[in-house]
Nanobody
Framework: QVQLVESGGGLVQAGGSLRLSCAAS????????MGWFRQAPGKEREFVAA????????RYAESVKGRFTISRNNAKNTVYLQMNSLKPDDTAVYYC?????????????????????WGQGTQVTVSS
C-alpha cells in the first residue's frame, strides 16, 4: 500500500519557522517529481513548491518564494518543506504529493491533476 505521510505541522507565531516532512512508503519515489500544496479554509487548494527527482530543479509559488525551501532525501524516501518567516496567510493544511509526470527531471507542475499520490495533510497555523 502506497502512503505519503506528512508531519511537522503545528502552531507558530508570525515570523517563526516550521519544517514539514513527507515520508513515503509502499514504493520508492526516488525517480518521481514531488510537490507540496496547501488548502486554507474556504479556499481552493494551491500549489506551494515542487522538486525534481534529483533535487536539481525546484519551483515555488510566488507567495512563498524566498521564504520556503523544498528538499528531498531519496535514501529516506522523504521530502521536506522548510518554512521560514511564516505569515498568518500561510495558515492551511499542507499536503505532499507524488507526480506521475513522464519528465521527473523537471520539478512537479502547479496543477494538482499531475499528481498521483497524496498524503493526508498536516495543519499549519500561524498566529499574528
Amino acid at each position: 500500500q502506497v502512503q505519503l505521510v506528512e508531519s511537522g505541522g503545528g502552531l507558530v507565531q508570525a515570523g517563526g519557522s516550521l519544517r514539514l516532512s513527507c515520508a513515503a512508503s509502499g514504493r520508492s519515489f526516488s525517480s518521481s517529481a514531488m510537490g507540496w500544496f496547501r488548502q486554507a479554509p474556504g479556499k481552493e487548494r494551491e500549489f506551494v513548491a515542487a522538486i525534481s527527482w534529483s533535487a536539481a530543479q525546484t519551483r515555488y509559488a510566488e507567495s512563498v518564494k524566498g521564504r520556503f525551501t523544498i528538499s528531498r532525501n531519496n535514501a529516506k524516501n522523504t521530502v521536506y518543506l522548510q518554512m521560514n518567516s511564516l505569515k498568518p496567510d500561510d495558515t492551511a493544511v499542507y499536503y505532499c504529493a507524488a507526480s506521475n509526470t513522464p519528465e521527473p527531471w523537471n520539478p512537479g507542475g502547479r496543477n494538482g491533476d499531475e499528481y498521483e499520490y497524496w498524503g493526508q495533510g498536516t495543519q499549519v497555523t500561524v498566529s499574528s
